[in-house]
């Protein structure tokens, strides 16, 4: 197909009249976005609890544990008796 009979086929295409659009389309689009909308803030909503309930889980892990502070020394033995010689 050259370019003539391409832009003919577009033309046509552009003079029909657009298709009928069922009466009930918008309210069905207004009730599923509506729903997804509710879906998506409840999930945001979630994520946010989770990374919030996180966030306390590793505070009060590290303030117990408190990962930061050098451990004992286990490898050696305490001296102890050497100031009676």
Sequence with gaps: MNRARREAAARRLMEQSPPRVPPDLYAEAVRRGGRIL?????ARRLMWL?????????AVWAL???PWAE????????VTGWESW
């Design 38 to 42: 509710r879906r998506r803030r409840a």
């Design 64 to 66: 117990t544990a408190q």
């Design 50 to 58: 989770l990374t919030g309930a996180a966030a306390v889980v590793f």
């Design 71 to 78: 451990p004992p020394s286990e490898t050696t033995p305490p």
